[in-house]
């Protein structure tokens, strides 16, 4: 059985595509036509090799890759998908069946065309982790071998159940992080982007009877001219110039040396240093748990972490962490050891390995870091819009006292 997508008319003329099983494309045209539906193409999808074979518009048997899917997956999509499939497992549906009721219920044509591929993977005897490890662009590595280890121990619904659970909480995470800096970074672009417009338009235009004017103008107003005059002039450089200098961070963190110099002065920064450090703690604890409690061992769970910490300098402490495991010492003490991970974190770890309670102890720190950080960031963000403000009206003092101070002296020579 394969699986092919098709683009196809009602009989009342009305657009429509979708996801259809069928033995070959002349059956899938069959069994399109007896749902009231006439494909005008029909794409077979080739599990895991992301190839297709278009029957209708191009020869047959001529083939062509797909593009990957890198973001067109949300993680949202994913977890509510994986919720619906412990729920269905869970009421007895073999694994097969209930992959395939959920294929329609994706909300996105490029999920529904990897749920299809993941389907089909099962149906050739794949398990379902090598299925979904096909896709490593929508599937992280922890939630392919979450997968793994559920299926080797028979609990595939309740590993399902908790990594339905561990999505949900760092989806929930992000979105409050979000939602508290989008206020104070949207106030952050209007004000420069006015301030921008005023020493571009405005403040040249009102200026421009005090530069007529043989007289000795006030410092203030020196400044103000000359700072309007090159923005004026650079307007156009000036403006992309932050995002300019986004771009090239973000190229220089993609090297190896570059991205640890940056991540080291990121996680030694003076406030958000800190957070930074929380909010890392936080996923590793998170992630490390998770892992441990469904039966992945340590130095694999550590190796995944690794993967996706993402800082260069906290990756090495872990894979260091690791091989000291591996030699049998402790991950506390190295951790504990490295002003890189905060102290907390690693003296609740040690305590969960001296209990073995690890799992709990994990999650404990998870929790904990996860408030900190969000606690934090509320208060930096209470902080922050009044600084804003303040900052702005500083500015905007000045450029009024700049125009005001030359208007005073002509009036005293007036008077």
């Not at 398990?127 to 392919?144: E, K, M, N, R, T």
């Not at 103008?217 to 156009?236: D, E, F, H, Y």
């Not at 992309?240 to 996680?267: E, H, M, Q, S, V």
């Not at 404990?364 to 930096?380: D, H």
Request: charged share 20%.
């Amino acid at each position: 059985m394969a699986v092919f997508e098709y683009n196809g008319l009602t009989a009342s003329g009305r657009k429509t595509s979708g996801i259809i099983d069928a033995e070959n494309p002349d059956t899938a045209q069959d069994d399109l036509k007896q749902k009231g539906i006439f494909p005008t193409s029909i794409l077979r999808i080739e599990s895991g090799a992301g190839r297709i074979t278009k029957k209708e518009g191009a020869p047959r048997g001529k083939t062509f890759n797909l593009p990957p899917l890198f973001s067109s997956v949300k993680s949202s999509e994913i977890s509510m998908i994986t919720r619906q499939l412990a729920t269905l497992l869970a009421a007895g549906f073999p694994l097969l069946k209930a992959v395939a009721t959920l294929v329609p219920q994706a909300r996105t044509k490029a999920f529904e065309r990897v749920l299809s591929r993941v389907k089909d993977a099962i149906e050739e005897g794949n398990s379902f982790a090598d299925a979904l490890g096909a896709h490593p662009q929508v599937f992280s590595a922890v939630y392919i071998n979450m997968v793994k280890a559920g299926e080797a121990s028979g609990t595939l619904e309740v590993v399902l159940e908790r990594l339905a659970d561990f999505s949900e909480k760092r989806e929930d995470t992000k979105k409050k992080i979000q939602a508290s800096l989008a206020y104070p970074v949207l106030m952050a672009v209007i004000g420069f982007l006015v301030l921008v417009f005023l020493l571009t338009f405005i403040v040249p235009n009102i200026t421009k009877i005090f530069t007529d004017m043989n007289h000795d103008l006030p410092m203030p107003t020196q400044m103000l001219l000359g700072i309007s005059g090159m923005v004026k002039a650079w307007w156009w450089l000036i403006i992309p110039a932050p995002f300019f200098a986004i771009l090239c961070l973000y190229g220089i963190r993609k090297t190896d040396k570059g991205g640890r110099i940056i991540d080291r002065i990121i996680l030694s920064m003076p406030v958000s240093g800190g957070l930074t450090k929380q909010l890392i703690a936080s996923r590793f604890s998170r992630t490390l748990g998770s892992l441990l409690d469904n039966g992945v061992p340590l130095l694999t769970a550590l190796g995944i972490t690794k993967t996706i910490s993402g800082n260069r300098v906290i990756a090495e402490l872990i894979e260091k962490a690791a091989q000291t495991v591996e030699q049998g010492g402790s991950l506390g003490s190295v951790l504990e050891n490295n002003s890189a991970f905060p102290d907390l974190a690693a003296q609740m770890i040690k305590v969960g390995e001296k209990s073995g309670e690890m799992e709990k102890m994990l999650e404990k720190s998870a929790e904990l870091f996860e408030r900190n950080v969000q606690t934090a960031i509320t208060a930096a963000t209470s902080i922050i819009e009044p600084l804003i403000i303040l900052i702005m009206g500083v500015v905007i003092g000045f450029i009024i006292l700049a125009v005001c101070l030359p208007i005073f002296e002509i009036n005293q020579l007036i008077g």
